[in-house]
């Protein structure tokens, strides 16, 4: 009797010991498991982390760089409007120096004989400012003899500041042959020689 109530005791005791191991075990292994599980967790949150902070890198870098190559642009620009705007100024100058009274009293006459030759004269009126015409008036009479004949006029117009103007059929059409416009011409050929030049320099630079 007291062997088997000992062998029932070691039993129990050996079940009991089993059923602790056992659930150890699966304690263990369920610990393992949520550990490696946050782990793996940390480690995806890493690399989101880094990926993140990879790409608004490259984003400032851009960002940056963008900055850089506007701003460069607009340096450019406002430099090449410079450059234009003083050329335009040089030309405007260049052009009311050689607008002289003596090549009025040349150039005047030639414009109006090639004019004639497809308009009617009295169709045609020279406009001056007061002082060119004070100054050329007489060499203009003179060389134009023909065609004030014909009806041809030469009058004085405020609106002239300087050069000269042909108006055509009282109105209905003019001809600027001021600086501003002769500046004007000349510079509507030089802005785009201008611009490749300021292009070909930067270019240049960046070498």
């Known amino acids: 009797m007291d062997i088997q109530l000992q062998e029932l005791i070691?039993?129990?005791k050996l079940d009991?010991?089993?059923t602790a191991?056992?659930?150890a075990a699966k304690i263990i292994s369920e610990a393992e498991k949520s550990a490696q599980g946050i782990v793996q967790e940390a480690e995806k949150n890493a690399a989101r982390n880094i990926e993140k902070a990879k790409l608004e890198a490259e984003r400032l870098?851009?960002?940056?760089?963008?900055a850089i190559a506007q701003a460069s642009r607009n340096v450019l620009l406002t430099f090449r409007e410079n450059v234009v705007k003083e050329l335009n100024a040089l030309l405007k100058n260049a052009?009311?120096?050689a607008l002289s009274a003596d090549l009025l009293k040349s150039l005047i006459p030639e414009v109006i004989k090639n004019w004639t030759e497809k308009e009617d004269a009295k169709d045609v009126s020279v406009l001056l400012?007061?002082?060119d015409l004070d100054s050329v008036q007489s060499s203009l009479t003179a060389s134009l003899k023909a065609e004030l004949a014909k009806g041809l006029r030469i009058q004085m117009s405020e609106e002239v500041?300087?050069?000269f103007r042909l108006s055509l059929k009282d109105g209905e059409a003019f001809y600027d042959f001021s600086s501003e416009s002769i500046a004007s011409l000349f510079s509507s050929y030089l802005n785009?020689?201008?611009a490749k030049i300021m292009k070909e320099a930067s270019q240049t630079m960046g070498n």
Not at 61 to 66: C, G, I, L, R, Y
Request: glycine letters at 8%.
């Open 21 to 23: 191991e056992e659930e």
């Open 129 to 131: 400012n007061k002082k």
């Open 192 to 194: 785009p020689q201008t």
């Open 95 to 97: 052009a009311q120096s």
């Open 161 to 163: 500041v300087d050069g």
């Open 16 to 18: 009991g010991v089993a």
């Open 10 to 12: 070691d039993k129990i």
């Open 61 to 66: 870098e851009k960002a940056s760089v963008d």
